[in-house]
Each structure stands twice: as C-alpha cells, then as structure tokens.
C-alpha cells in the first residue's frame, strides 16, 4: 500500500498521508494521520493512533480535535469497543449492590430492546442524535415510562464508561425523553371504604387487607411484614423489608430490603394494631392445631395454616374479585395505599407525616401525586378563614 503526497501539519503532531489501496481490481483513495497520544505505562513507549477519513480537510480537522485535546489533557484514546460489548460488561460487573429484581429488568431490556438498536455502535461513534432516534423509534411501541427507564439503564452505563476513561462525554445528556402521563389513580372514598369492610368480612384475606387499607404499606411489603417488626407494647410497625419474588432461580418468594432500601416506622391506629393481634392469635391456633407441620420460617405476619407465605397474585386475584362485585373494576391493590393516603390527608395530616407513612423519599413528591387533595385541602382552608372573617366582622 504506497504513501503518496505526505503533508505536515501541526508542528510535532503527524503527518496527512493521501494513500491508495486496491480491492477487486478497484483503487480506492483516502487520508489518514498518525499522531501521538501518549507513552504505554509499561515500555515506554509513544502510542502512536490513526486517524482516516474521504478528504484532507476532515483529517486535518480531527487531528487538530486531538492534539488540542492533548494538550488541555482532556484527550480520550478512541474506544472500539461496541455499545453492545460494553452493556454486557457493565450489566455484569457495576450492577453490584441493586436487587436481584431490578438487575433482571435492567439486563432484559438491554437484551430486547437496546442492543437490537445500537448494540453494534462503537463507543466512539455513538452520539446524541443515535440515541433520541432510538428513543423516537419505541414512542409508538413503548410506553413514556418503559422508555424512560431505557434511558436511565443508557445514561448509567455510559456515565460508568465516562468515568473508566472510554468516552469522552455522555451521549444521552442532551436527549429528550417523552413525557409521562401520571397513571389514574382511583382511591376509595368513605362509601366505598364502608361497602369494601363490610364486603371482606370473615373472607381468608379479611385482616391483610384491613392492615393495608389502614398502613398504606406496599403489597410487598405487608406480606413481608414480620413479628419481630411488630411492637405491641409502643403500638408501632418497622416497615424495613419486603417479600419479593425472583424472575429467576427457584421462583420462591424471599425477604429483601424496601423499595427505597429505608426503614421506616409507622404509630397507626389502635384498631390496626388490635387487628394484628388476632393474627397473632389466629396464628398461634394454627401452630397448636398443627403442630410441627406449621412452619414459618421468616416469622411472618401473614401466612397460610401451615406457615407458608401467601403467594402475591393470589391474594391480588381475591382483592379484584372482591371490588368487580362491588361495582369498582377499575381499583387496584395498590389503590388501597392512595385510599390510606388521601384519607390522612384529608382527616388533617400533615403532608410531612403523610410522606414518611408512606416512605416517599420527599414531601414534594407526596405534593406531586397527591395534588389534587391537598388543593381541596387549601380550598377548604380558604373556606373557613372566610367564614372566619365574617364572623369577626359580625361581632
């Protein structure tokens, strides 16, 4: 492969070398330059790249890009490594310390949606219109928030690349995600609460679901609620785990930390607590009755006769059950925790107590989603300092 036309450029950065090479009896001519981008740690030895491109111009204006960059000492050795390549190392190595449920989410959408995309990208080449065509492309197929997660998973393991030294800056700083649209919720007011006890009276789930609808604890978390968590002689709950079940292995459900991994303790009403106690009660029958086939080994509050822990979309099928026949289709289990929230709310609580009941990391994430009650609330308030005001005025 001759050299042709060499060219110097920048003093001591390389030269511009015009070269031919000949496939299928076809000559073909483009640009390259070399230049130094340091010394290996090892030999000593200069570290000698290339840079290719179709004209002169662009070569020169690439390694003009690299030499000043080497100069302010903000050079990045070009990384061929591909997007897909790297994904499957971060997936593997810096996913330490989430749970086992969140790794599976992250490595399953890496699998069926971001490698398929721009798995075969070299880092080096990626860049933020790639990624915002990416985002477009899922818009009609993805929803706004599965999209958004997409980024999230993108954007954590391009900020880990950043920082290993493999690019320069993070590509999906600059895109836009879609916008999420709030899922409706559908609490339960006053009526509804009144039909919903008096519906699941003696049914198997009669005291799990009064517990929720009272705690506003997570589904996960009042199955993995635990005595030990149970203080009777304080009246208070430790809400510090939940019962999770695995996407894989043996497909039992075990006990992890919470959704935010934060502990958090609850003062609910006494009828909470006197409802726990008949659990307590109900299960000390059941270990009399049964002897040494009840078995419960995670000490849980909830269980079958036997120990067992209740299986999470049984005791959601029973909850739907229960509201269809009631004539409220569209509520959900976790539309019990919201019910729990906007009733606090609406008795009088302060958003501060209704947050950390809850365990929202932030009240002005509490406000967020329960806006609409706490502007009643102001409505209200409004109300009164007018009644108030007519009242003194009066007098």
């Known amino acids: 492969m001759p050299y042709s036309n060499a060219h110097r450029t920048v003093h001591g950065a390389g030269n511009i070398r015009k070269k031919t090479i000949t496939q299928n009896g076809k000559s073909y001519i483009y640009w390259e330059a070399r230049y130094t981008s340091g010394y290996d740690p090892g030999s000593g030895k200069q570290i000698q790249r290339s840079i290719s491109g179709s004209s002169r111009k662009e070569v020169a204006q690439k390694l003009r890009e690299a030499t000043a960059n080497i100069d302010k000492g903000s050079y990045v050795d070009p990384c061929k490594m591909t997007i897909g390549d790297w994904l499957d190392i971060w997936a593997k190595e810096y996913l330490v310390g989430v749970k086992e449920a969140t790794a599976y989410t992250y490595k399953a959408s890496i699998k069926n949606h971001i490698k398929p995309a721009i798995g075969a990208i070299r880092m080096d080449a990626l860049n933020p219109h790639t990624i915002q065509s990416f985002y477009n492309s899922k818009a009609d197929m993805l929803s706004a928030k599965t999209i958004k997660n997409l980024h999230g998973i993108l954007h954590a393991a391009l900020k880990q690349a950043v920082l290993n030294g493999y690019i320069p800056t993070n590509p999906t700083d600059a895109s836009i995600r879609p916008r999420i649209e709030k899922k409706e919720m559908h609490p339960m007011d006053e009526y509804m609460i009144s039909d919903f006890l008096e519906a699941i009276k003696g049914t198997e789930y009669e005291y799990l679901f009064f517990v929720t609808l009272f705690t506003g604890m997570r589904k996960g978390e009042v199955l993995g609620l635990t005595w030990d968590a149970v203080d009777f002689s304080r009246g208070t709950i430790l809400i510090d785990k939940q019962l999770q079940r695995p996407r894989e292995g043996d497909g039992k459900c075990h006990l992890v930390t919470t959704k935010n991994s934060k502990a958090r303790k609850l003062k609910p009403a ?109 409505e209200d308030s409004a109300n009164r300092m007018e009644r108030f005001i007519h009242s003194v005025r009066t007098a």
Do not use: C
Request: proline share 3%.
């Open 270 to 378: 006494r009828e909470v607590m006197n409802t726990l106690y008949r659990v307590k009660k109900q299960q000390m029958g059941w270990q009399l009755q049964y002897g040494e086939s009840f078995q419960n080994p995670m000490n849980l509050v909830f269980t079958h006769e036997l120990g067992e822990y209740l299986n999470p979309n049984t005791v959601y099928n029973h909850f739907k059950e229960i509201v269809v026949k009631l004539g409220y289709p569209d509520v959900r289990f976790h539309d019990l925790r919201h019910s729990y929230a906007v009733a606090a709310l609406q008795a009088g609580d302060d958003v501060k107590t209704v947050q950390g009941n809850l365990g929202h990391a932030t009240a002005a994430f509490t406000l967020d989603v329960y806006g609409h009650v706490t502007d009643q609330m102001k």
